[in-house]
């Protein structure tokens, strides 16, 4: 007996289409079982329905022939010596046995065949004295929910949560047969999403010809599929919303269609060798404007795009704001950046991992950060000296009044610098900072405040990391001068990530 409801479930339901002849009911299970031993990657369950019925009808009611339901039951009535022998065909056909009880007695008799799955019916779906007999058994449960609202969904998906058992819902729609427009198939989304981590899947009533909306119902990530099934001979015809052996073929191919579309979906998938070939032959090829020396580190000036690329040529997609290139060999005029003559280096681990530094740092200080501010780093030297020299800002504002907040990592220095129009107040929110105003170094705490004049060469340094609050005049771009000049000339020296506090 199984413990877990298995994916890609397929659910054969016989009902009374064993009508009530047990020869008949096990040639339905051995013709289906050929259909089915063809699609193996697929599991598969045949279900039957329980009823006692000399418990179930009323007593004033038994052998009522006008009233539609029970002139049925009892004109298919079988026996549990029958029953025995159908569980044993369903699995000797290699199915999981199932069946459907409505009524606390019958749940006996599944636990006494050890059937593999309890299945709750719609007109059951909130039957409690039904659900706490089966809840009390050790099968799984997949119970449909056609016609119940999302209060009774909540209650019953809360009942099977808190009691630890495996079940799966299926969406359902309660008309025999069910046109086209009432399937309503998007029923399945809003069912994965209310409620992740339970298994959501189809029960289907349309007509049995229909092969569309199994790969609908597959694409919406349905995982247990359900489908009434007869065997037509001379003596019985199907109903209008059974399927026969061939529909059911059918049914499955076109399930298994829907899934070699869809594919796989939980993870993103490495573009196949085809696919990567074609795309990169389409891009464009990163040459040199001038000639470049070996040793030089090649800037967005020295290079230019154009179509088409070399094989093994670095392209427009591998320069971004994170891709810094070194000449590893002389490179001439409208030649090719390649692996062999360049050296590419990947700088976005370095600046996601400068972020979640920021990241700690401030939640350590108890500093709110508004949200949606952009993170600036500032690596005067290359982001592989950040660590040593560089500082991280997060402008709050910046109108006739500019407000930032400065973080310096433990250890970082922030080079010495001055602005020309721009007058600072620096606030200490957090830490211990040593800060050189024209060549005096004064050490300010939590709390101190200090202020920093146009033309005041600055520079400062934290050994235990700091958070400073800048308060100051408009913040201009191109107002910001450097001591060293090497640092003036690095046109790449800071990076801006917009979604860093995800």
Known sequence: MIKSIPNKLFVLEMANNHMGDLAHGLEVVRQFGAVCRDFPEFSFAFKLQYRDLDTFIHPLMQGRD?????????ETRLSRDDFDRLAAEIRANGFLTMSTPFDEASVDVIDAQH???????????????????????????????AGATLESIDRVTSFFSHRNKEFAILHCVGEYPTADEKLHVSQIDLLKNRYPGVRIGFSTHEDPANVDIIKIAVAKGAQVFEKHVGLPTDTYALNAYSASPAQ????????????????????????NPAEASSLLSLRRGVFAKRNIKEGEVVLREDIYFAFPPQEGQFTANDWSKYARFVAQSAIAQDGGLFASNALCMDTRADALNAAQQVKALLAKSHITVPGGADLELSHHYGMDRFDEVGLTMITVVNRGYCKKLLV????????????????ETFHILYGEVEITLNGVTNTYRQGDVINVEPGVRHSFVSQTGSVIEEISSTHFKHDSFYTDDKINQNVNRKTVLTYWMN
């Open 66 to 74: 006008d009233i539609k339901y029970i002139k049925r039951f009892s």
């Open 115 to 145: 059937l593999d799955i309890i299945k709750i019916a719609s007109c059951s779906f909130t039957d409690w004295p039904l659900l706490e007999r089966a809840v009390a058994s050790d099968k799984p449960i997949i119970a449909s929910t």
């Open 248 to 271: 059911i073929r059918a049914w499955l191919e076109a399930a298994r269609y829907a899934v070699t579309l869809c594919g796989i979906g939980d993870v993103r998938l490495p573009p």
């Open 408 to 423: 310096s990592l433990p250890g970082q220095q922030h080079p010495e610098q001055y602005h020309n129009q721009k007058e």
